[in-house]
């Protein structure tokens, strides 16, 4: 995984990444019903560019499901644990395959990233990589995320999160503390970072050539995305 959020600080046993992402944690940690969400985007044996692949959490399962996943990262701790996809190690931002996608999957929220600049970055390698009929998922924050996500909740697998978050300096700007356990291990992860409602991500896509089609999950918090006409 690739964090884009300011003031990112990760503390907790084990393997850190550079970008305070704890290893053993995001290996265990369970997909859930993604997968199964982003599949009822991507053609069947459709090609998936995994941006910020992690540990392999949304690869795994979709290469099961017959995808053909190339998985990019810039931690080699991460993508040595990623089995059946192709990895590429490299920032998101520096990413030039030189080939085109199905799919461009930009998930773990990284769209959220408080500097305009960077999150123009992030979206052009999406635009640069996906195909003239292809899809780009983004996972993003939204307002009613601030409103609501604050507390405890059983992840699965054993994993338990306890989410904090408050208002920022700067528009539109939110502080989150998270803390997780799991087996008697706790991890905390705090960072600032931006809320994206539909009017700012419609401008975000615009400016690098994409444009929203729809949302993917009833809350909003993924959308789907389209090469500009």
């Known amino acids: 995984m690739s964090v884009r959020h300011s003031h990112v600080v ?3 046993p084990g393997r850190m990444t550079p970008d305070g992402c704890p290893i053993d944690l995001w290996t265990a ?3 859930g019903e993604i997968p199964a969400l ?3 985007a991507i053609r069947p044996a459709g090609s998936v560019l995994d941006l910020g692949a992690g540990a392999g959490r949304l690869a795994h399962p979709l290469v099961a499901a017959g995808h053909s996943v190339t998985a990019v990262d810039e ?5 040595d644990l990623i089995e059946g996809a192709a990895t590429v190690h490299s920032t998101i931002e ?3 395959l030189g080939r085109r996608f199905d799919a461009v999957l930009l998930a773990s929220h990284l769209v959220n990233v408080p500097d305009d600049d960077k999150r123009a970055a992030l979206l052009a390698t999406c635009r640069e990589h996906v195909l003239a009929t292809g899809v780009v998922l983004v996972q993003r924050y939204t307002r009613e995320w601030v409103e609501t996500a604050s507390g405890t909740i059983d992840l699965g697998c054993g994993v338990v999160s306890e989410v904090a978050v408050r208002p920022a300096a700067g528009a539109d700007l939110v502080a989150v503390r998270a803390a997780y356990t799991l087996a008697g ?3 905390e992860h705090t960072y600032t970072t931006r809320v994206l409602d539909d009017e700012q ?3 975000d896509l ?3 050539g994409l444009m929203l089609d729809r949302w993917l999950s009833d809350d909003g918090r993924w959308v789907v995305a389209v090469p500009g006409h």
């Open 29 to 31: 940690l369970p997909a």
């Open 75 to 79: 931690s080699l701790d991460m993508l």
């Open 201 to 203: 991500l419609d401008a």
């Open 206 to 208: 615009a400016r690098v």
């Open 10 to 12: 990760g503390r907790g």
């Open 185 to 187: 291990q706790r991890w």
């Open 94 to 96: 520096d990413l030039r």
């Open 38 to 40: 982003l599949e009822s």
